[in-house]
């Protein structure tokens, strides 16, 4: 999924996010895995454990609409 946002400087906000739902069953947890970056750079990772799926679910669609 890639945003453009041109209201953020002269090139804009040109980012993408690569993002995936994943259930741990050794520790019983739901992990957001969030890649995101400017397009053409690395980026960075992100992992957000939750509780409860919809904890996750609610997370995940706070970028991925």
């Keep these: 999924m890639?945003?453009?946002?041109?209201k953020n400087g002269y090139y804009g906000d040109y980012t993408f996010y690569k993002m995936q739902m994943v259930y741990d069953?050794?520790?019983d947890l739901?992990?957001?895995?969030t890649r995101y970056g400017r397009i053409g750079e690395e980026g960075?990772?992100?992992r957000t454990?939750?509780?409860t799926p919809e904890e996750?679910?609610?997370e995940f669609e706070t970028?991925?609409?």
Excluded: C, E, H, W
Aim: zero cysteines; a positive charge.
């Design 25 to 27: 069953s050794n520790r």
């Design 49 to 51: 454990p939750f509780n």
């Design 63 to 65: 970028i991925f609409k």
């Design 30 to 33: 739901y992990i957001v895995l």
């Design 44 to 46: 960075m990772n992100q």
């Design 2 to 6: 890639t945003k453009v946002d041109l």
């Design 56 to 58: 996750a679910k609610k």
